[in-house]
């Protein structure tokens, strides 16, 4: 199975920050990366696919990037709305799995 | 709009079955792979269960290969998880996904869509 690491598991940061999440597989998976956005008694929701694709509808202040084994999900300009957890997942071949996530918290 | 809707969820005795239902409505479902996954109380996102477009194509993680089934209904767009022999490790929130398309390349893989989730607890 491809394992998923996220750093960090947790930060807090202030409004207007920019915040950067990394994600590593254990194996090349090229661009087949997905972030995924969590609130707080909510569903996943879908951020970013392969790597750098922003889902519609997501505002441009979340960027994906990476290749291979290493990967970033950057929020510019954090806002008090992106208070949730952020999951990778790698959807290169199954068990698709996911990162442990990272909790991002609003100084 | 594309909707999901999961329900089936409950309170269930160690060693029993549950059947959950995901609906779906606002797309062509015969045409999408789906998926279902997941969440411990307090833990992260686990991959459980897929199926292709026509149900001829089933992949289940090894937690619960062999005790959970996954299934569709392309009539009625709706895709089950047949879930037999609980026990306390399977008490989470679990939720239906929708493939983005057939995974041969990266920008057709991933979950575009999910629903909200249905609770199961398995409890004495």
């Known amino acids: 199975d491809i394992q998923m690491t996220q750093s960090p598991s947790s930060l807090s940061a202030s409004v207007g920050d920019r915040v950067t999440i990394t994600c590593r597989a254990s194996?090349?998976?090229?661009?087949?990366l997905n972030w995924y956005q969590q609130k707080p008694g909510k569903g996943p929701k879908a951020l970013i696919y392969a790597a750098s694709s922003l889902e519609s509808g997501v505002p441009s202040r979340f960027n994906g990037g990476g290749s291979g084994t290493y990967f970033t999900l950057t929020i510019n300009n954090l806002q008090r709305e992106d208070l949730a957890t952020y999951y990778c997942?790698?959807?290169?071949?199954?068990?698709?799995?996911f990162g442990q996530g990272t909790k991002l918290e609003i100084k | 709009e594309v909707q999901l809707l999961e329900s089936g969820g409950g309170l269930v005795q160690p060693g029993g079955s549950l059947r959950l239902s995901c609906a779906t409505s606002?797309?062509?479902?015969?045409?999408?792979?789906m998926n279902w996954v997941r969440q411990a109380p307090g833990k992260g996102l686990e991959w459980i269960a897929y199926?292709?477009?026509?149900?001829?194509?089933?992949y289940n993680a090894d937690s619960v290969k062999g005790r959970f089934i996954i299934s569709r209904d392309n009539a009625n767009n709706i895709v089950y998880l047949q879930m037999n022999s609980l026990g306390a490790e399977d008490t989470a929130v679990y939720y239906c996904?929708?493939?983005?398309?057939?995974?041969?390349?990266?920008?057709?893989?991933?979950?575009?869509?999910w629903g909200q989730g249905t609770l199961v607890t398995v409890s004495s």
């Open positions: 194996d090349n998976i090229g661009t087949y």
């Open positions: 606002g797309f062509t479902f015969s045409s999408y792979e």
């Open positions: 199926i292709s477009p026509g149900g001829t194509t089933i």
């Open positions: 997942q790698q959807s290169k071949r199954t068990p698709y799995t």
């Open positions: 996904g929708r493939d983005r398309g057939s995974g041969y390349k990266p920008i057709d893989s991933g979950f575009d869509y």
